[in-house]
């Protein structure tokens, strides 16, 4: 039986885990507290740790984890910035689930987009007070508008779709374009200056990390609508802020937000928010929050568990190669682990 230390456990998280495990003889060890350089000591005993998007699995841990004999860091979401792949390599072996269901986000960043536009959130609260004004509810057409998509990956693609359903003219930039898809790309700036919509599909890496700063709000046009369901580090929130005060920015949909590791996730309604900036993102009435929840369908959650459990199969029995493996042998990451059909090390 291989025992599996699930950190950062969620209500929602258990159902699909345990069937799958049950399944294939595997034990997960569910841990309500997040996988850091403090907790890493509950991994000792276990074969290979379950992580989301705010473990800390940096060096340190990545040293820890390797000393006590863990062969695997399983990561049961897409995005892996939060994970040392190269500190990794050659000790744990480290894999994710490269798409559970990208229709779950793209369609959840057209909900923000749709909720913002024609100020759902305003009216669902108005009509439960039996306030039928329709003052200030004034939105505007999606279709004509523009969208800029940056990352027009398996997620970015879909919310194309959906954009084009609606009538929209879209414009993309990606760092590596797509040659198939019949997608209109353009420059980073030319993107800034035409959007109506601007919407963030692309992973957090160095490179990209505040790319929606004050240079970029500067270049986009006067009410555009930001939608970032990708990672909150692709934007300096004060940059945002400071946009949404000068009445540059019309309205911004997040899910995601750069400092959301200590706050995301759970209930703090009771306590007072030691976040000044996302308070007064939040009290903004043309900013909706989400808490990282784009992803959360059934059917993500049960491809999640499902592939999360392969995955972990095959590091650990036949020729322990992984198709989902991150490695970084070549320096591609996610790409040459396919090619090779061998371990990465
Ligand atoms: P993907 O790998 O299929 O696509 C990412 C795209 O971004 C690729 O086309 C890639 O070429 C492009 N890209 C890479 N670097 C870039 C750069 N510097 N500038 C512009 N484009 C760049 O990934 P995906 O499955 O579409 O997921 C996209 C992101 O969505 C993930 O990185 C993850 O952070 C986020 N995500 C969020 C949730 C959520 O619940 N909010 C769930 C899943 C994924």
Do not use: W
């Not at 456990?9 to 003889?25: A, I, M, N, V, W």
């Not at 992580?51 to 699995?57: A, E």
């Not at 309205?251 to 009771?270: H, K, N, T």
């Not at 499902?306 to 650990?316: A, D, K, R």
């Amino acid at each position: 039986m291989l025992k599996v230390a699930f950190y950062d456990t969620k209500e929602y998280d258990r159902p699909s885990f345990e069937y799958y495990g049950g399944l294939h003889q595997i034990e997960f060890l569910f841990l309500e507290t997040k996988l850091n350089e403090n907790t890493v000591e509950l991994a000792k005993g276990c074969d290979a740790v379950c992580v989301f998007v705010n473990d800390t699995v940096n060096e340190k841990v990545i040293e820890k984890l390797y000393s006590f004999g863990v062969k695997l860091i399983a990561l049961r979401s897409a995005g892996y910035n939060n994970v040392d792949v190269r500190a990794a390599y050659r000790r744990v072996h480290v894999v994710h689930v490269p798409a559970y269901s990208p229709y779950s986000v793209a369609e959840h960043a057209m909900a923000l987009l749709l909720t913002s536009v024609r100020r759902i959130h305003k009216a669902y609260n108005r009509t439960r007070e039996f306030n039928f004004s329709l003052n200030g509810l004034t939105g505007f057409d999606l279709h004509g508008k523009t969208v800029g998509v940056i990352g027009t990956g398996k997620i970015g693609r879909i919310f194309i779709d959906i954009c084009c359903g609606f009538g929209m003219k879209v414009v993309a930039f990606d760092r590596f374009p797509a040659q198939d898809a019949g997608i209109e790309y353009v420059s980073l700036d030319r993107l800034f200056e035409v959007s109506d919509v601007i919407s963030l599909h692309c992973p957090l890496t160095d490179e990209t990390r505040h790319m929606i700063g004050r240079e970029a709000i500067s270049k986009m046009k006067k009410g555009v609508v930001i939608i970032n369901t990708s990672r909150g580090g692709l934007i300096d929130a004060e940059a945002l802020l400071e946009g949404i005060k000068d009445r540059k920015i019309g309205a911004a949909c997040l899910d995601v937000y750069e400092e959301e590791a200590d706050i995301f996730f759970e209930d703090r309604s009771g306590h007072i928010l030691n976040d000044d900036l996302l308070s007064r993102l939040i009290s903004m009435p043309n900013v909706i929050v989400t808490s990282h929840q784009a992803f959360l369908t059934e059917e993500a959650l049960h491809n999640i568990a499902e592939t999360t459990v392969n995955n972990i199969l095959s590091c650990f029995e036949n020729d322990g190669a992984c198709d989902n493996e991150l490695c970084y042998r070549c320096g591609q990451i996610e790409h040459c682990r396919k090619e090779r059909k061998e371990r990465c090390f």
